[in-house]
């Protein structure tokens, strides 16, 4: 039986490597931890956020749906849309105090948020 361990990293695929990580760096409030041709690496509160070069041509995934946690979704979507991703799902409550929204990350990677206050690390 595998015994899952919860999110370790999240990876997104992007054409402009040296891009990606100046917008991610921005959004986030760090520098990567690891920072390579081949790969960029950012801790996000103890999970990987991975930024890994890809063909010129895009395909960014659309079957997963990654979101990361944040203490203020208001704080948050501000924020993300302030260094210029693309709205794709507002903020909206899905019960018990539970927020969640989605952007476009300008290399047109899914990027999920969410705000849940049951959560045992959330501030």
Do not use: C
Not at 33 to 52: I, K, M, R
Not at 66 to 84: C, E, F, H, N, P
């Amino acid at each position: 039986m595998a015994n899952f361990l919860g999110l370790y990293t999240a990876i997104y695929h992007v054409t402009d490597l040296d891009a990606a990580k100046k917008w991610y760096s921005e959004v986030l409030g760090v520098a990567p931890y690891f920072d390579q041709p081949y790969y960029v690496g950012f801790n996000v509160g103890g999970h990987e956020l991975g930024l890994h070069p890809q063909s010129p041509h895009p395909t960014p995934a659309t079957g997963v749906s990654v979101y990361w946690g944040v203490t203020s979704m208001k704080d948050a979507w501000a924020r993300l849309i302030a260094q210029g991703a693309a709205p794709v799902e507002e903020p909206n409550e899905v019960g018990g105090g539970i927020l969640v929204a989605a952007v476009r990350d300008p290399m047109g990677n899914l990027l999920g948020v969410i705000e849940n206050p049951h959560f045992p690390n959330q501030a």
